[in-house]
């Protein structure tokens, strides 16, 4: 007669933060209603190295999110999209003899008003980079902002 053994069960771990990821903290019961990857493989952070490719080439390769990235150097975050809010709303009147033209030649066009300095205050109110002293903001952050000011712009005009 074979006995029925249950299957293999590793004992209860002793703290919870490490039996489960912290995403799976963060959310719970999305394991169980999107599969495995409650996120759709999309980053998880800023600095994810996967957030900066795209179509085999480096997000780094846009002049004016790495004119940004310069600017803080010898600006605030909040004076950088200032400034940039600024040329853009320029750069949207006269596309041609712009500020944002004359300082980088290869910007393109917009098409709506990014309100920069709204999409940073509220990424800054999660990530708080503007508590930083000595790091400024990367790549990956100021794209984010880009991003935040352009969704809500779209948002508005839906």
Known sequence: MASH???HTSPPPACPARAAGYWELINPGSWEQNGPEPFGGRARS?????VL???GHLKEQDMLIDHMRRMHDTHTCEEVMMKMERWIAEHRLDPK???LKRLLPSVGHFFTQLKLVEAFREYDSVFHLSRRRYIP???AELRHIMNIAQVRRAAVAG
Do not use: V
Not at 46 to 50: E, K, P, Q
């Open 46 to 50: 800023a600095s994810d190295a996967n």
């Open 53 to 55: 490719r795209r179509k």
């Open 137 to 139: 903001p990367n790549f």
């Open 5 to 7: 053994q249950p299957p």
């Open 97 to 99: 003899r712009s500020r």
